[in-house]
Structures are given as C-alpha cells and as structure tokens.
C-alpha cells in the first residue's frame, strides 16, 4: 500500500513525535509513514528518539541559515527532495512564514494545547498555554490539531479532544494531563486522517 511521507518538525523534548512514532509501531497510521525530524534546535531530545527509531534527522538554525529566510529555504529544499507529503509541526519553536506556508498548503498540520479559540495565537505556547488556563478558570481545556497558515493557529481546525481542568491543578499538572489524554491521542489520530486523504488523492491523479 502506498503511505504518505510525513516529516515531523521538533524543538524540544519530542514527546509528541514519540507518541506518532508509537502509533506508527502500532499500525495506527496506515496510510503514514514517518520519514524525517527536522529540529531547530541541535540539542533537542527529539532528534535522539528520531534516531533511536532509525528515522533521518536534520537541524537547521537560524543561526547556521543564515536567519528565517535561509532556514525556511533550507527546510523546503529539504522536504521536496525527500518528497514529503506531509508536514506535522510537534512542538516546534518557530513561526512560519506566510510564505512557506502557501508552499505547502493543506500539507502542514500543528498541534497546540488548548481548544482553539481558546489561549491561541502569538504568545501562547507551551507552559503560558495552561496558566493562561488557569488564571481564567476554565473548567475544561484540551488539545487542537488544526491546519497551518500564515496566522498562528489560525488554519482549519482538523481534531480536538477536551480534558477537565481540576481544583488544585498547577500549569505543570495541567499541561501533563492535556498531553497524556488529548495531544498524544488526536495528533496521530489527525496524521492519519490527513495521510488517508493526501493517498486518496494521489490514487486519483
């Protein structure tokens, strides 16, 4: 069967890209097959599950890039010669041009950990996602996988998944929660929806 070629863009300790990489293991992406972890960080963690998994790595910097514009030309160049299909961004640290992103249109999805509209866009990332949260007193939160364009978190949302915020939650406990019962789950669960499509599509050409 063919399978879409999915390239993974980490920043950080990649337990995201862990999960895809375990739902891959377990045959829960069947039309997906992930082929490349890009990261923007040389020592992210990411890039060791990557190899451990015996998945190709790069890093591209800015530094190294000559800034945004030479790493973007850098990635692109990179993904076209490995023909990647689909992009999915797992924790990565930095906002994409309007630009790429028209590139690779309906190929690039994200996953952000809150219910878009909720505690998105600019600014909200990581640990501020949650005591933003927090400091609202929400009841109930969760994860979004939404496609991506040239505003932060602003593409069409694909999947989400709530999960309750509990009395005493610190943004540390909260941001555990969401991964283990929301990000870890749908993320996959959006690389094979859009994997299926991209295969569906490709069978038709």
């Not at 972890?37 to 890093?59: F, H, I, Q, W």
């Not at 992009?87 to 930095?94: K, Q, V």
């Amino acid at each position: 069967m063919n399978k879409a070629r999915i390239a993974v863009l980490v920043s950080g300790g990649g337990t995201n890209l862990q999960a895809l990489l375990d739902a891959e293991k377990a045959g829960r992406i069947p039309h997906g097959t992930i082929r490349l972890v890009v990261s923007n960080k040389a020592d992210a963690y990411a890039l060791t599950r990557a190899e451990r998994a015996g998945v190709e790595t790069l890093t591209f910097t800015r530094g190294g890039c000559g800034g945004q514009e030479g790493l973007e030309a850098a990635l692109a160049a990179a993904l076209e010669e490995r023909e990647i299909d689909l992009i999915i961004l797992a924790g990565f640290m930095s906002i994409l041009s309007a630009d790429f992103t028209r590139r690779f249109e309906g190929r690039i999805i994200n996953i952000h950990p809150s219910l878009i509209p909720s505690f998105c866009g600019k600014g909200f990332y990581g640990l501020k996602v949650h005591e933003a949260a927090l400091r609202c007193g929400v009841k109930v939160t969760g994860a979004t996988v939404h496609f991506v364009n040239e505003i932060p978190d602003g593409g069409r949302i694909l999947l989400q998944k709530a999960v309750p915020v509990l009395p005493g939650d610190t943004p540390q406990q909260l941001q555990r929660r969401v991964m283990e019962q929301a990000e870890w789950v749908i993320l996959p669960e959006a690389a094979e929806l859009v994997s299926s499509e991209i295969i569906k599509r490709k069978d038709l050409a």
